[in-house]
């Protein structure tokens, strides 16, 4: 019911900065909790950050704690992702995440709703 379609990604230098951008069309998703995962070329999904229905609470893998931020902007039914001091090890495959319960989930079994994804490629 729910279509993510994700915007932003690009190819940059170690220790730039991109901000990625999820829109929700079909269906609000103020209600929903939201998660960004990668996933890199040989390795498993993996998860990002998470956020709440209402915001006000967040939280993020330790391999990017300090460096992204997750917001959301529920009256315009975004949410956004910005990656400062890129690594080449984030280089990735970013994926927009929706799950119907507002609480923040980690496990990409608790997402069911996704979008096509956004390449990120950080060089040394």
């Known amino acids: 019911q729910v279509k993510l379609v994700e915007s932003g990604g690009g190819s940059v230098q170690a220790g730039d900065s991109l901000r990625l951008s999820c829109a929700a069309f079909?269906?609000?998703?103020?209600?929903?909790?939201m998660g960004w995962f990668r996933q890199a070329p040989g390795k498993e999904r993996e998860f990002v950050a998470a956020?709440?229905?209402?915001?006000?609470?967040?939280y993020y893998a330790d391999s990017v704690k300090g460096r992204f931020t997750i917001s959301r902007d529920n009256a315009k039914n975004t949410i956004d992702l910005r990656l400062n001091k890129l690594k080449p090890e984030d280089t990735a495959v970013y994926y927009c995440?929706?799950?119907?319960?507002?609480?923040?989930?980690?496990?990409?079994?608790?997402?069911?709703?996704w979008g096509q994804g956004t390449q990120v490629t950080v060089s040394s």
């Open positions: 995440a929706a799950s119907t319960n507002p609480v923040i989930r980690v496990g990409i079994g608790s997402y069911e709703y």
């Open positions: 079909g269906r609000t998703i103020g209600s929903y909790a």
């Open positions: 956020i709440d229905w209402s915001g006000g609470h967040t």
